[in-house]
């Protein structure tokens, strides 16, 4: 029988009203098994492991992503696949952060939580739990269908370190701007295999060490010479810039030289773009052209997610600069087009 770790780390899929305050806080997992009596119909053999503290997202944190990623790699021969539950506040950042720690993943990890929990009557937490585990039993030759970190929600499954949380209070809460989506719920599940990573079967490597002296810089028009140098200036191992359209900023000469201070003081500058779909390219424009020849990383098509998981991955191995550098700009687990 098909077997599957659910590993519950909170979210509102699990969370009760408080009766003391009126917020929601999160619950322990029996409550979920009793509102989903489908689960005993499945023809799965599951397991939970229940995370203890039970988590809001909001305070997922690097050492928690190295826990999951150590009970994933732990069980990996136990186990088809996994479902994790957890918040979608930050689910993006945990399916990217997992996405880079897990070298040659060659099983299902499917995110999935919900914008309402389990106990409502319109919720929508037991089609996102049940079609996950549908997802993470799927097999095509004995071998998992979904090979990848991924994310299920709202009836559509994306990559995980594609995808972004867009909207908090639609069901549909996830989108995948530059990257197709792997797969949809209808009244049967249609896989789109041309877009699903494929690769040989190697062992699982597990690279849970996180450098997270990372800072960010958003641009906008008006920004100071006070508030970048904030950046610059700081102790910071790396920034990540957030830029206007196609990876441009403006070419003020106080700002292209703040950022060769901070380029010469051996920091890594990665440009990723405030537009959700579409690329940095680095010399399209005039205002892009001397970031370029300064050595300025692009980040491509990556979202904020990927690119920051990526970053605190690289840099958490200890890579001299130029391979970061490098390795930032190339695809590892499917995070850009390039
Ligand atoms: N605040 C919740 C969390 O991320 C929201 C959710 O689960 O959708 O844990």
């Given at each position: 029988?098909?077997?599957?770790?659910?590993?519950?780390?909170?979210?509102?899929i699990?969370?009760v009203?408080?009766p003391l305050t009126g917020a929601l806080?999160p619950f322990d997992?029996?409550q979920?098994q009793?509102n989903?009596?489908?689960l005993a119909?499945?023809?799965?053999?599951l397991?939970v492991h229940s995370f203890?503290?039970?988590?809001?997202?909001?305070?997922?944190?690097p050492?928690?992503?190295?826990e999951?990623?150590?009970?994933?790699?732990?069980t990996?021969a136990t186990y088809?696949?996994f479902?994790?539950?957890?918040g979608?506040?930050?689910?993006?950042?945990?399916a990217s952060a997992?996405?880079?720690?897990?070298?040659?993943?060659?099983k299902?990890?499917v995110?999935t939580?919900?914008?309402l929990?389990?106990?409502?009557i319109?919720?929508d937490a037991?089609?996102?739990?049940i079609?996950a585990?549908?997802?993470a039993?799927?097999?095509?030759?004995?071998?998992?269908m979904?090979?990848?970190?991924?994310i299920?929600?709202d009836?559509?499954l994306?990559?995980?370190n594609r995808s972004?949380?867009?909207n908090?209070e639609k069901?549909?809460?996830?989108q995948?701007?530059?990257y197709?989506?792997?797969?949809e719920a209808?009244v049967t599940?249609?896989?789109y295999?041309?877009y699903?990573?494929?690769?040989?079967?190697e062992?699982l490597v597990?690279q849970?060490e996180f450098n997270?002296n990372?800072?960010v810089l958003?641009?906008?028009?008006g920004?100071?010479?006070?508030?970048?140098q904030?950046?610059?200036?700081s102790?910071?191992?790396a920034?990540?810039?957030?830029?206007f359209?196609?990876?441009?900023?403006?070419?003020?000469q106080?700002?292209?030289?703040?950022?060769q201070?901070?380029?010469?003081?051996g920091k890594?500058?990665?440009?990723i773009?405030q537009?959700?779909g579409?690329?940095?390219?680095?010399?399209?424009?005039?205002?892009?052209?001397?970031?370029?020849?300064?050595?300025?990383i692009?980040?491509?098509?990556?979202?904020?997610?990927a690119?920051?998981?990526?970053?605190?991955?690289?840099?958490?191995?200890?890579?001299?600069?130029k391979?970061v550098?490098?390795?930032?700009?190339?695809?590892?687990?499917?995070?850009?087009?390039?």
């Amino acid at each position: 029988m098909t077997k599957i770790l659910i590993i519950y780390t909170g979210g509102t899929i699990g969370m009760v009203n408080d009766p003391l305050t009126g917020a929601l806080i999160p619950f322990d997992f029996k409550q979920i098994q009793q509102n989903v009596p489908e689960l005993a119909r499945l023809n799965y053999d599951l397991d939970v492991h229940s995370f203890d503290p039970i988590l809001d997202s909001s305070n997922m944190d690097p050492e928690i992503w190295a826990e999951l990623a150590g009970i994933i790699t732990d069980t990996y021969a136990t186990y088809d696949g996994f479902v994790i539950l957890h918040g979608s506040d930050t689910m993006a950042y945990t399916a990217s952060a997992l996405s880079f720690m897990l070298k040659n993943l060659s099983k299902p990890v499917v995110l999935t939580g919900s914008q309402l929990p389990i106990g409502e009557i319109r919720t929508d937490a037991k089609e996102n739990l049940i079609t996950a585990l549908e997802i993470a039993a799927t097999k095509v030759n004995e071998l998992a269908m979904i090979p990848e970190v991924c994310i299920y929600f709202d009836y559509q499954l994306f990559r995980g370190n594609r995808s972004i949380k867009y909207n908090s209070e639609k069901f549909e809460a996830f989108q995948s701007p530059n990257y197709p989506i792997l797969a949809e719920a209808g009244v049967t599940l249609s896989f789109y295999s041309n877009y699903i990573h494929q690769h040989p079967v190697e062992p699982l490597v597990l690279q849970s060490e996180f450098n997270t002296n990372i800072g960010v810089l958003k641009m906008y028009p008006g920004i100071t010479i006070k508030t970048v140098q904030a950046i610059t200036r700081s102790s910071v191992d790396a920034i990540v810039m957030e830029t206007f359209g196609s990876g441009n900023t403006t070419t003020a000469q106080w700002f292209v030289d703040s950022l060769q201070e901070a380029l010469d003081a051996g920091k890594l500058i990665v440009d990723i773009s405030q537009c959700q779909g579409g690329s940095v390219e680095l010399g399209k424009y005039e205002t892009s052209k001397k970031l370029q020849h300064m050595g300025i990383i692009s980040g491509f098509d990556m979202t904020f997610e990927a690119t920051i998981t990526k970053l605190m991955y690289l840099m958490g191995q200890g890579l001299p600069y130029k391979e970061v550098a490098a390795l930032m700009e190339v695809s590892l687990r499917g995070e850009l087009s390039a």
